[in-house]
Every structure is written in structure tokens, then in C-alpha cells.
């Protein structure tokens, strides 16, 4: 379970993220969703230990990204934006190498290196080196490298950028996937479309606010909007800006 509450981050003159509280329960899967420069990815970069807040606090199963960095990060998988493989290195040996930042037994990093190659169905490139993969291989793989330590709470940025059709849908089945086995997934998008069709949950964020946290319907009715990207562009209306 992840737990946001009054996250605060400026760069600079820049109000990043300015106030943003919300929870992300087991077993459900919460979007993020607002325009580019809401500070979506601000907040899954400071849930992910790779930011500090100015102020507020965040905590991945009761653990403090700041106070305990270490035992938070080992409890999440991270796929941001951007995949960063290694690109001399094989599929298997970028996913493997994960396995061992993660500290994982030697003696079961194999196992489950492949487990997650025939979840993500990556058999057909795993010992290829990444160089020149297409966007939806490195994304897989990058998936891959988020999940080969089991992690109770998944945090995805934008991860069907670039994907094309096919690709996207099968990152969504395994989304559900991972919902249907109890774990916290958080991911960022600025598509309704796709947060409606997987969320149970949508954190609508603008000018760095959290403007609505509801279910599609909730949203519907605070908007009073039957058409969901109607109700996403007045929930974002309804933000003003903090000087």
C-alpha cells in the first residue's frame, strides 16, 4: 500500500508537486492521470526514492521513502519514463543484473529471471543484446527488471508511450494481471481513455493538485460529465494555480 500525504516539491521558482495527498491500496490499480507537467512523474520519482520532498510525507507499506530509502525501494518495482537498459548486455543479463541490485538469493536469480521472461513472453529476444531493441522489447524488459523481484507495489510512468497497439494491450493484461494477484499497482498516464479502461481508482492532478481522487463514476458525478474526457478537462478547471 502506498501513502502520499501534503508532498511538496519545487525546482527552483518551478511548484512541481504542492500539496498532493492520496492512498494507493493492495489489490486495486490507481492512476495518475493530468496533463504533461502536473507533476505526475515528479510524484512516482519521489515515491521511488529517486527524489527527496521539500515537505509531506510518502511511505511504501508504512516504510518512509526518506527516512528508510533502502527497505522502501526493495518493497516497490519501478518502470519510469525512459527504459535505460544496458544495451551490451542480453534481455536476460539487464533483468539478472536487477535481481542482484535487489539483493536476491543467488541461487534463485535464475529462476526467476525466466519466470518473468515467460510472463512477459520475451523468450524469442531474452538473449539478444538490447541494442536496437523496438520500444515495445525494451519495454517488456524494463517490466521485466520491475517485477523479477516480486515487489508488493509497482509504480509505472507513462509506460505505453511509444507502445503500439498490440504491445499496449498485452501491458494491460498484465497490469490486471497483477492486480488479480493482490499488488498495489500506481501508474502515471495523460490519456483518459487508457486510465479508464484499467483503473479502479484515478488521482486526476493539475498545477501539481490533486483535483479529484475518485472512481470513474465519482468523477462523473463531481463533474457532473457523463463523457469521461469532458469530466477529466473540468476536474482539471477546477485547479487554480497556488502563487
Given at each position: 500500500?502506498?501513502?502520499?500525504?501534503?508532498?511538496?516539491?519545487?525546482?527552483?521558482?518551478?511548484?512541481?508537486?504542492?500539496?498532493?495527498?492520496?492512498?494507493?491500496?493492495?489489490?486495486?490499480?490507481?492512476?495518475?492521470?493530468?496533463?504533461?507537467?502536473?507533476?505526475k512523474?515528479?510524484?512516482?520519482?519521489?515515491?521511488?526514492?529517486?527524489?527527496?520532498?521539500?515537505?509531506?510525507?510518502?511511505?511504501?507499506d508504512?516504510?518512509?521513502?526518506?527516512?528508510?530509502?533502502?527497505?522502501?525501494?526493495?518493497?516497490?518495482?519501478?518502470?519510469?519514463?525512459?527504459?535505460?537498459?544496458?544495451?551490451?548486455?542480453?534481455?536476460?543479463?539487464?533483468?539478472?543484473?536487477?535481481a542482484?541490485?535487489?539483493?536476491?538469493?543467488?541461487?534463485?536469480?535464475?529462476?526467476?529471471?525466466?519466470?518473468?521472461?515467460?510472463?512477459?513472453?520475451?523468450?524469442?529476444?531474452?538473449d539478444?543484446?538490447?541494442?536496437?531493441?523496438?520500444?515495445?522489447?525494451?519495454?517488456?524488459?524494463?517490466?521485466?527488471?520491475?517485477?523479477?523481484?516480486?515487489?508488493?507495489?509497482?509504480?509505472?510512468?507513462?509506460?505505453?508511450?511509444?507502445?503500439?497497439?498490440?504491445?499496449?494491450?498485452?501491458?494491460?493484461?498484465?497490469?490486471?494481471e497483477?492486480?488479480?494477484?493482490?499488488?498495489?499497482v500506481?501508474?502515471?498516464?495523460?490519456?483518459?481513455?487508457?486510465?479508464?479502461?484499467?483503473?479502479?481508482?484515478?488521482?486526476?492532478?493539475?498545477?501539481?493538485?490533486?483535483?479529484?481522487?475518485?472512481?470513474?463514476?465519482?468523477?462523473?458525478?463531481?463533474?457532473?460529465?457523463?463523457?469521461?474526457?469532458e469530466?477529466?478537462?473540468?476536474a482539471?478547471?477546477?485547479?487554480?494555480?497556488?502563487?
Amino acid at each position: 500500500m502506498i501513502r502520499v500525504t501534503d508532498l511538496r516539491k519545487s525546482f527552483g521558482d518551478v511548484k512541481a508537486v504542492q500539496g498532493v495527498s492520496f492512498n494507493a491500496d493492495d489489490g486495486k490499480i490507481t492512476g495518475l492521470l493530468g496533463p504533461n507537467g502536473a507533476g505526475k512523474s515528479t510524484t512516482l520519482r519521489t515515491l521511488y526514492t529517486v527524489l527527496k520532498p521539500d515537505s509531506g510525507t510518502a511511505t511504501i507499506d508504512g516504510v518512509d521513502v526518506v527516512t528508510d530509502s533502502l527497505a522502501a525501494r526493495a518493497r516497490i518495482g519501478s518502470l519510469p519514463h525512459g527504459s535505460g537498459l544496458y544495451p551490451h548486455l542480453t534481455a536476460r543479463e539487464n533483468i539478472a543484473y536487477y535481481a542482484r541490485l535487489y539483493e536476491m538469493p543467488p541461487d534463485t536469480i535464475d529462476a526467476a529471471v525466466q519466470t518473468v521472461i515467460d510472463q512477459l513472453d520475451i523468450n524469442d529476444f531474452a538473449d539478444r543484446r538490447t541494442k536496437g531493441f523496438s520500444q515495445g522489447q525494451r519495454t517488456k524488459v524494463s517490466l521485466a527488471r520491475a517485477l523479477v523481484h516480486g515487489p508488493q507495489n509497482i509504480l509505472l510512468d507513462e509506460p505505453s508511450n511509444g507502445l503500439d497497439v498490440m504491445a499496449t494491450r498485452s501491458l494491460r493484461e498484465r497490469i490486471r494481471e497483477l492486480k488479480a494477484a493482490g499488488k498495489c499497482v500506481l501508474f502515471s498516464s495523460h490519456v483518459m481513455q487508457e486510465v479508464a479502461a484499467l483503473c479502479d481508482e484515478i488521482v486526476i492532478i493539475a498545477a501539481g493538485q490533486v483535483a479529484l481522487h475518485d472512481t470513474t463514476d465519482g468523477i462523473r458525478r463531481a463533474t457532473g460529465c457523463d463523457d469521461l474526457e469532458e469530466a477529466f478537462v473540468k476536474a482539471i478547471g477546477m485547479v487554480e494555480p497556488v502563487s
